[in-house]
């Protein structure tokens, strides 16, 4: 075994310049000054009584920076609608052939399924209290699903009311936001009643828990169509084969 | 203590990255990818960020190894020699 | 109207495709187009009132997000939706030729390509810039796989991979300014820009440089262009050509007059440009795929642009923001036209330009490569004259030269297709038009014709954007909440 | 020596040192490798890298994460929320760039048999 084969030459060079370019960048940040302004968080600190949510990321990212995520939120339906275009095959013609499952498999994943989606609700629900919300609550409720397609591959979802679902909560945080727009003058304005005394209460905050439902809808029902997609691609080629 | 565990996690997470990309086989270095989230997740706790810990362990670290892990099934599993 | 629906609209339309796709491909493609009209509407309603124009999220500049429209954007925002326009009556002949492919998908990234091209010229917020940035990666490598054939997924894989490598940079440069002044708001990062420490504001400069100039097709970040081009469908290419390199461009600028980096900057800008430049229009004289030469006419042109635009005179910004626009319509126009062309003969050689017999197409292919090329009666003249005149103004004679030395190396191969297609010794195979098409066509032709006979009809528009690039005081004051 | 490591001045040193670190890893890993999936895995070391570096330096010893409960009432002291915020949009919008490549990756090798992306050279004149 020679060196040459185990680290080639264009490695070694590539390695160096890498260092290189770490020595230097590290030289630069290593005199980071500390910041001479009030970072714009501070203030959003000082402002977050007003939104009455206990949570302070989460005011920031659905309400201070909202139109981020209406953005983020339309970046994770376009990945969905491409990985669709990719996987979704309408010309394969081989006959779907159903696979040994294992029942207990079966039955433990339905009694989990119902576990870790309530877990995922909660965490959407109290998105504003503790950490997590509706991107994270969203992601575990997919995994439930992903449990699902792992212990019975011939599973599948009703795209139907994913569909729905994905499309209905969409329209509807856009609806959020131009509501705003008609009630407060302001696009995703705080039109819904929230008083400070609130913070702390499950109903506090005015939209914030209304849109981080929504989003939880949303990233569940894609997230649930993403991972069907990746653990069926799978399935689909292993019948081809045979 | 807290500098201590900050530096004992950043010497761990960076060995796993290296063996992340030195690795030849690519479910191995997907899992030690996995290592990588892991380990940020204990960062971001200790740097009092609770939600983006949240995150990283569900999306960054879960769901991504689940989807790559879903990928490779039916791409090649070891890289070629060229 | 309120700024926001640029974005809002077309986010809308997308989520409920499914149902239009339900409702049948006439839903699909009529609302599509009902869409971009009311878009182009409220653009051109924008042309009558006072600029700037602000509308907020949430909060009001500097701590919330807002979309200001001044005189800059407001010439992009014309180009671009008047682009999406075109296509998506274009692309209702395109699925009639096409029959069997996903047309709700494709309708759903070319809408958020508009959307989020769009949003990324309004925005006065860097970090909701870099999502915009992202829905628009997004869809631009969607679009370019949409073919799912070879060649189609090698170009999204590429383009992807690039577009990883420019949003880590920009992230990167997102999370030292943060670091640096505590704030996203272009506004207060304008105002506060001379205060970093100089060497890590070389940092950001370089990362930002990296980031926005792989993306808006600067030399030695541009190699991946013309692999993009060739895998993608044509009128997907005339979008990447019209809209989405203009949208780069046009955020590489605002931020380099914003930041106050056109002193620093212009000569290093300008050489990459003239490099850019050169390099292009001389690989582009032995291609012989028709997209291929193609992209690289439009790194070429975008090399011009970018040596003109970084010169700090508002003569040259003028005469290049209005060369923008003749490129934007005529690099629309061949590329539509190409796309009748490839689908014809299922290839994209460049032997169909000899091999095609139909006077419409002729007539309309010439004018937009003469037009590029810059020949008298039409809008590509008028705009290299301008920048030409510009340069002359500020005795800049080397840059005359050089672009005219190397406008003759454009002209050997523009000449060259020219005379294929007028050449009559080949077989010919004529070509079926659409309706449709005729009237895309024809009006993309009439107003190159239309710019180069009254060139006044676009320099009024030209000269807001000049004031308002060279001279952000307003814009400022709108985004540091000042103004309102 | 335990003061030493409990002061702020350190921990982000640290922070910087080790970040890039893991940075330039990654770096490395996409300049050298060829499989898509690892191209795919180094991208996700980096961006990693980035966030611990963002989300790092705004710590400081004795601020508490921005959240109030029964025994904190009022939002002082607390670390900044903005960069959790802006970190929490980009892991969501790395997954979903992560996912749509790896699903082009998937399809090109059902065409090809191949996903090295040094051997993606179909497209040139």
Known sequence: MNLKKVLPLKHILLSILSSALLLSVLGLLMQVKTNLYKNVGDIFLNLNMQTATANAVTSVVTFFRGIDTVGEVTVLFLATSGIALMLSDTQRTCEKVVKQESFILNVGSRLLLSVIVLFGVYIIIHGHLSPGGGFQGGVVIATAFLLLFLANPNMSLSHSILTLGESLSGVAYVLVALIGLFKMNILLGNFLPHPIGEIGELVSGGIIPVIYILVGIKVGSEMSVIVEYFSKEDYYKEVCDA | ?82 | MSLGYYFLLPVIFSFLTPYFKKLGSFTLRGSTILLMLILFLQTLAYTGVTLPQISEFSLKPPLGIAFILDGYSLLFLLIFTFSALIVSFYMVWFFKANKGRDEARFYVFFNMLIAGSIGMILSCDIFNLYIFFEITGICSYALSAYNKDKLGLESGIKYLIIGLIASIFIVFAIMLIYLQIGTVNLGLIAQRFGQIDPKISVLIVLMLFIGFGTKAELFPMNFWAPDIYQGSMASVNGLFSSVVAKAYLFVFFHLFYLFGLNSKYMLFVMVIGAITFLVSEFTALNQTNIKRLFAYSTLGQLGILFMALSTNSSATVSGALFHLTSHSISKLLIFLALGILIHKFKSAKIDILGNFKSGFLTIVLAIGFLSILGIPPFSGFVGKILILKGFALTQNYAAIAFILLVSIVEAVYFFRLTAMMLDKKRTKISVPIGFANYVVLSVLAVLIVLFGVYPSLLTHYTDLATNALLHPTNYLNYALGVGL | MLEFFNSTQTIHTIIIIGSMCLFFIGFYGIATQKNLVKVLVSFDIMESALFLFFIGLHYQVGLVAPIVDSNLKTFTNMVDPVPQAMILTTIVIGLAVLALGLSFGIEYYKLTGRNDISKMNELRD
Not at chain 2, 42 to 54: E, K, R, S, W
Not at chain 2, 66 to 76: E, K, P, Q, W
Request: charged fraction near 10%.
């Open chain 2, 1 to 82: 203590m807290i500098g201590l565990l900050i530096l004992f996690t950043f010497l761990a997470i960076i060995t796993v990255a290296l063996g992340a990309i030195l690795s030849k086989d690519i479910t191995q270095s997907v899992m030690l990818f996995m290592g990588v989230g892991l380990g940020s997740v204990v960062l971001f706790f200790i740097f009092q960020a609770p939600d983006v810990a949240l995150t990283e362990a569900v999306i960054g670290t879960g769901l991504s190894t689940a989807v790559f892990l879903l990928g490779i099934m039916h791409t090649s599993q070891e890289e070629m020699e060229s």
